[in-house]
């Protein structure tokens, strides 16, 4: 079996067994109630948001309604992979995983694609069918263009995630501090980050929160780009040039790249040091 | 017996410990492990890896199963034709380790758990239906792993080790959670391995029981090898002598006569004396000095009596020692532990 064979079967192997898990039967009526459901309620003909605005594109709905991956599915990704390592690491198996000659670089590929997997493919899912929701609500079908971005950008934050998640996990020994640490991390970009923001915008004489404020929305939209969340918002806003933060497309997708080779590296150099 | 034998020589591996200071809460400094161990392993052998808890056993045993790297020294593998440096990614594919306590937990399936490993070794899945049969969990192999016992887990961390054939086995405690039929079923198997030229390194923190499966036995204490050998060549490097713990009904006799006496016990109706002696034609000496004898029990050199011939320390120090957390190397490396 060649080694990309291996690490295929490998990644398939925890896909299934995160994707058969009590705790993914227990995360999904959430997923479906944050994506299929945040897609109706924001394709509703009669909704009008703060501002007066009222969503009328698909891409703007698909926009709105990708609070629920931020939200739900990056929690439930955290939820999934808190213990990729850690609670194999505590009962004794990872000691017998690192006795294989399968080498650890390609156990820590197949980890994080397995564990990836099983989040992103029941939100791809349920991602299409918000499409279809959306069409039927709206009448109109969003662009393959902007389905195929949102695809991306979805899988991408995912990553992020599961990558961080399994990072942490391969900190600890114990599944509660396993679990604080990936909960942590989530709370501090998905919560956290608008007080980073604002403490920044203070420091630096911006005034807060005025979505009027040139200086605001270009602070605001150059520290998004240090945060997991910021990015995938930056990168839907790709499809929306009514959208103007200041940030420039290809940057974007630079820092995307960033995001997803720093933290997988630096997951497959613990991997390699890591002793059971 | 032809075959590879394996080589450690000057084999060290130590644990970072954390050392933080208050510039560097981060630091870390050399602690606990394996040092310089020098010892080989014949084709066909089964050598017990013997010491107190926290001696290195473990560590030992990852470093050569190629979970832990080696910081110093160097793994040899000999055949008949040349002797090759071994590092940690060619070890793997020639030792089967079976760690301590595998607690296999969760929904997946016996024979899933298995034919992952399997897959990481490249090993078919014809070969982990014959293991599961091999180790008795072949009724079992649909089974849930969190539905197994502590015997099953064993017996099935054990065809774990066994996935890749290997050459080399390294067994940590393996006997521990097994009942009687399994262990003596257990012991069946080395010996059945050993036949086919596999080599394996059990270890223990017990002596007892080890004696009649090992060839040989490696005694360790705070990560330095102390000595191998057979039990009898290790007692008498350490001019250990052969006890015979001794019992009979009524008052003590009078025993002037005896010479090896160590230690007499007496209760209300019995008493029990402690000779320093093999019991080899000591017998006959009680039958005709008229001593009614009711057990007679030849006793070989326990771990404590090892260790504290080897380490020169009393029983006391011993066992405060393997008590205690704050395992140092017994001689003084490099200066870090003063």
Known sequence: MSDVLRIQSLARRVFWDRIGSTRMLIMLPILVLFLPGMAWGFSDPNIVLPGGHQPDQPMEVMFYASLGVVFGATMCGVLLAFDGVSRDRASGVFELRLAQPMPRTHQAIALMLGMWQAIFIPVAVLSLASVAIIRWRLGEWASVWDVMIHLTATALILFWYVVFTLLASSRTKDQGTAIAFGIGMWFLFTFLWALFTTMVAYASGVAIGEQNNAQWIALEGSLDLLSPNGVYHHLLETRLPEIERGVPAWQSWAMAVIWTLIPSSLFVRRMNTLQP | ?338
């Open chain 2, 1 to 338: 017996m032809e075959g590879d034998s394996l080589r450690l020589e000057e084999v060290t591996f130590r644990h970072r410990m954390s050392d933080p200071s208050r510039l560097k809460p981060w630091r870390t400094r050399p602690g606990p492990g394996v040092h310089s161990i020098t010892l080989s392993l014949r084709p066909g052998e089964i050598l017990g890896l013997v010491g107190p808890n926290g001696a290195g056993k473990t560590t030992l045993l990852r470093t050569i199963a190629g979970v832990l790297p080696i910081q110093n020294g160097k793994l040899m593998l000999t055949s008949s034709a040349k002797e090759t440096q071994l590092d940690s990614d060619s070890l793997r594919n020639i030792v089967g380790h079976m760690p301590e306590q595998v607690r296999w937990q969760g929904r997946q399936s016996v024979e899933d758990a298995l034919l992952e490993l399997a897959e990481m070794r490249g090993a078919s899945a014809k070969r982990v239906n014959g293991l599961l049969r091999l180790v008795g969990l072949g009724q079992r192999a649909t089974a849930h792993l969190s539905d197994l016992s502590q015997g099953m887990r064993q017996r099935l961390t054990l065809a774990a080790a066994l996935l890749g054939s290997p050459k080399f086995l390294l067994l940590d405690e393996p006997l521990n959670g097994l009942d009687p039929v399994a262990a003596t079923a257990f012991v069946q198997l080395l010996h059945e391995l050993k036949s086919k030229g596999v080599s394996i390194i059990i270890s223990s923190h017990q002596v007892e029981g080890l004696e009649a499966i090992t060839d040989r036995i490696a005694l360790m204490h705070r990560g330095q090898l102390l000595a191998n050998g057979t039990l009898a060549e290790i007692a008498d490097s350490l001019e250990l002598q052969p006890s015979i713990v001794v019992a009979g009904p009524g008052k003590l006799p009078d025993l002037a006569w005896c010479k090896h006496r160590v230690e007499s016990e007496s209760a209300q109706d019995t008493w029990t004396i402690r000779l320093e002696h093999s019991g080899v034609g000591l017998l006959p000496e009680f039958i005709e000095r008229g001593i009614e004898v009711h057990s007679w029990n030849p006793k070989s050199p326990g771990i404590v009596e090892l260790l504290c011939a080897a380490t020169g320390m009393n029983i006391e120090e011993v066992g405060l020692e393997i008590a205690s957390t704050a395992m140092l190397p017994h001689k003084s490396i490099g200066g870090e532990e003063e």
